[in-house]
């Protein structure tokens, strides 16, 4: 199946701008509907073939419209806090069959989706429930004929992302660090390493049917990667770790902050442990990249003081 045109929904956030240049680099056509094309073209770098489109997918009628003349669709749309009740729900399970009905009605024949590492309908948090609903969706699509494929990340890092930086900022400005879950455990996975098993499972027949984790090749803690932060960006500061009970508290109060720096639901998230016993996949011919090198780069060069700290640890004073 040759694909010349894809629609990326939930292509203007973080993974998806990297999918998109991916996609545009190998010459296909990109499609990114958007609720916000200012905020999206702000951040999207707007390649020839990435064409960025007004819609609100959650209308059945404007995905389609958005969808039509695609060859496949890529679909990245996820939240990890509610506004309103359900959200999770709509966001992540009714827009996945509102996307896989589209393929259907369109003969759109090619479907990739992102879920996350934990997604499981029987998971601890409604993040991970409604990823694990929707995973059934799509497995239930596959099995009438669709051609699917599913990514389960665990956390993902790299420039622009939401997890390392919001530490780096909080590092900049607390003298110390009370930390709910210090002991959850990650496998942080670098963005263009998402990006690339996208773009290549396109090109591979043979991972139609397939579910992947994507994961690096180290398991950090919280703990550990608040403090990687703070070495790479000269803010190294005192973690308090919580005890399960404040972290919970915490997470409830913080909650409530207009920021959502974490919720009740991401604390729930973290009572299974983020990491996988399957490496990165042999066949989109490259290994998962190390966190550390690349943290140092795009965290490091956000402040001069960061900028010394990185030339220290490189040089190993
Ligand atoms: N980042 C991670 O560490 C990580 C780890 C594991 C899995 N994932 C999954 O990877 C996917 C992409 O993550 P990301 O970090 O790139 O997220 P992001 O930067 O927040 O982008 C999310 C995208 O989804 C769209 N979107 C969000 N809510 C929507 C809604 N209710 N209706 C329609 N569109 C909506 C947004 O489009 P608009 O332009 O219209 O706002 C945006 O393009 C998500 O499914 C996430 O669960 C991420």
């Known amino acids: 199946m040759s694909i010349n045109r894809v629609c990326v929904v939930g292509g203007s956030g973080f993974v998806g701008r990297h999918i998109a240049e991916r996609l545009a680099a190998r010459g296909v056509r990109v499609i990114v509907p958007t609720r916000n094309r200012e905020r999206a073209k702000a951040d999207l770098i707007v390649l020839p073939s990435v064409e960025l489109v007004h819609a609100d997918v959650n209308d059945a009628a404007q995905l389609a419209a958005v969808a039509a003349g695609c060859d496949a669709m890529i679909n990245l749309v996820g939240i990890l806090h509610e506004r309103r009740a359900g959200d999770f729900t709509r966001a992540h399970v009714t827009l996945t069959e509102q996307a896989l009905a589209v393929c259907r009605e369109r003969g759109i024949g090619r479907y990739l989706h992102m879920s996350a590492l934990g997604a499981d309908a029987a998971g601890p948090s409604q993040y991970l429930r409604t990823k694990g609903e929707a995973e059934a969706r799509v497995a239930a699509a596959q099995a009438a004929g669709l051609a699917t494929t599913v990514f389960r990340p665990s956390v993902i890092f790299g420039d622009g992302d939401s997890f390392l930086t919001l530490f780096a900022q909080l590092l900049a400005v607390s003298p110390i660090v009370p930390l709910g879950s210090p002991d959850a455990r990650f496998q942080p996975v670098w963005v263009e390493d998402v ?23 180290q ?78 780069q795009y965290l490091g060069n956000a402040t001069p003081r960061g900028r010394y700290q990185a030339y220290r640890d490189r040089a190993g004073r």
């Open 195 to 217: 990006a690339h098993a996208f773009a290549s499972a396109l090109a591979l027949p043979q991972t139609i049917g397939q579910r992947y984790d994507l994961v690096g090749p």
């Open 219 to 296: 398991v950090w803690t919280l703990r550990e990667l608040v403090e990687l932060v703070g070495r790479v960006t000269g803010h190294a500061r005192p973690v308090l770790g919580l005890s399960d009970g404040l972290s919970a508290l915490q997470a409830k109060l913080f909650g409530l902050l207009p920021v959502k720096l974490i919720t009740y639901d991401n604390y729930l998230s973290m009572k299974v442990d983020n990491v996988s016993a399957m490496p990165y996949p042999e066949l989109f011919g490259r290994s998962a990249s190390a966190l550390e090198p690349i943290a140092r």
